[in-house]
């Protein structure tokens, strides 16, 4: 099946060792940096690859990240803040600037950055899913469902990680910007909301509904784009194109339902003019197509146009104008509208929200007392790097990120929908 999700670049990261002589000194706190060392390289290697269960990369993000806690948060009622925090120099790089990484000594940095490359796994597992021949219903579900903990995970890092962070996020595309974190929970929830939708096309349910919820996914990209506006366009102008493009196919499937609602109700002028308006901005999401697969920027390129539920929108739409031009001519003898009607729509169930995030408790190797034995006083002084005060850090390889090949054929299903 054609790729129908837009996914930006894992974040790559430096090696990091957690090897602090003679801050460690004993057995317990030893093992700690050991494991540290070894779950986060395991963690890593996990999520180049989306073809892993959702529970396998789960588990190795916990085993990292809540031994990571015992670095971030106060262990000592008796100290203002964790006194290993500032030890630990980290290089990521950021999902929509290219290979030049942000630095920060701050494990707070650290968990934030890990924690958003697991919520990337989670899209692009989603869209791998979704990209099968015919994905089942199971599939169907762990597809939202994975979107749906991304969105939280995305969600958390705004509203918590962001404002523990030692620096000051910098202004930009950057991934700690809420911009760039908005866009990302508007589309995770936009993409969830389209499985509900599919779910809804694909079972017939009516046309009312399938209206609303279309008309809601296509204000989620309109959401999303908006957030990304104001920043630079050579930086988010792909990704701005995928949000423009959803939005405009949703909208026009919103009018297109709407109107067989319209005409049922025998408002044939009205349909009219809503069928119109859904003629219309198919064919600017067809443009959008082209002028998305043509941009320059980050990520995977999505092919929607090639996907059998675009295609099969334009010529349904089509049809059911020209069926009630028709009967509009022979029975209802309608005034058509200047202006299309108002989707002024809210679907009474089906809508989609992120699922919520919590952080993993504190690692049961961690305790007070093994706490007490990390010594800071013969601590490591992170190495200042050789560069000019405006050279920028070296730029760090690009994550190689496992693909799996997708084929080209339409799903078997009468509604062209990614779900059966």
Not at 24 to 33: D, G, P
Not at 108 to 122: I, P, Q, S
Not at 369 to 374: A, I, M, Q
């Amino acid at each position: 099946m054609a790729y129908w999700f837009h996914r930006n670049p894992l974040k790559a990261t430096a090696p990091t060792t957690y090897e602090l002589h003679g801050v460690s000194t004993n057995e317990a706190t030893r093992k700690i940096f050991s494991d540290l060392r070894l779950n986060r390289a395991k963690l890593l290697e996990l999520l180049t690859d989306p073809n892993h269960s959702r529970e396998t990369v789960e588990k190795a993000a916990t085993d990292y990240l809540s031994l990571l806690i015992g670095l971030c948060i106060p262990m000592d009622q008796n100290e203002p803040e964790n006194k290993l925090r500032k030890l630990i120099k980290f290089k990521w790089t950021n999902t929509l600037l290219g290979n030049v990484p942000s630095e920060a000594t701050d494990t707070g940095f650290e968990f934030f950055n890990m924690l958003f490359n697991v919520a990337l796994w989670f899209t692009k597992h989603a869209a791998k899913v979704a990209a099968k021949d015919d994905p089942d219903m199971e599939e169907a579900k762990e597809i939202h469902k994975c979107l749906r903990v991304a969105a939280g995970i995305f969600t958390f890092c705004k509203d918590d990680l962001r404002a523990k962070l030692i620096d000051p996020p910098a202004e930009g595309a950057q991934d700690t910007d809420t911009r760039v974190l908005d866009a990302y929970i508007q589309q995770c929830t936009a993409e969830a909301q389209e499985i509900t939708l599919a779910r809804a096309v694909e079972l017939k349910h009516a046309v009312s509904l399938i209206a609303a919820l279309a008309y809601e996914t296509a204000e989620m990209y309109q959401k999303g784009d908006d957030a990304l506006a104001s920043l630079d366009e050579k930086d988010v102008g792909k990704w701005r194109k995928y949000f423009q493009l959803k939005n405009k196919f949703y909208l026009s499937c919103a009018h297109s339902y709407n109107g067989e609602n319209l005409l049922s109700q025998d408002k044939c002028g009205e349909a009219i003019r809503g069928l119109r308006e859904s003629v219309d901005l198919y064919g600017k999401a067809e443009l959008l197509c082209k002028e998305y697969g043509q941009s320059k920027g980050a990520g995977t390129t999505a092919r929607p146009q090639n996907h059998l539920f675009f295609r099969k929108l334009g010529p349904i739409v089509k049809r059911t104008l020209e069926k009630c031009d028709r009967e509009n001519g022979l029975i209802y003898h309608q005034k058509v509208a200047f202006d299309p009607p108002q989707l002024e729509l809210k679907a009474t169930y089906g809508l989609v929200s992120p699922e919520e995030y919590k952080a993993p408790v504190l690692h049961q190797l961690w305790s007070t007392d093994v706490y007490s034995k990390f010594s800071t006083l013969n601590a490591p002084k992170p190495q200042p790097e050789k560069k000019t005060k405006d050279e920028a850090p070296a730029p760090l390889p690009s994550v190689k990120e496992k693909e799996t090949p997708m084929s080209d054929k339409d799903p078997k299903n009468n509604s062209g929908c990614i779900v059966s």
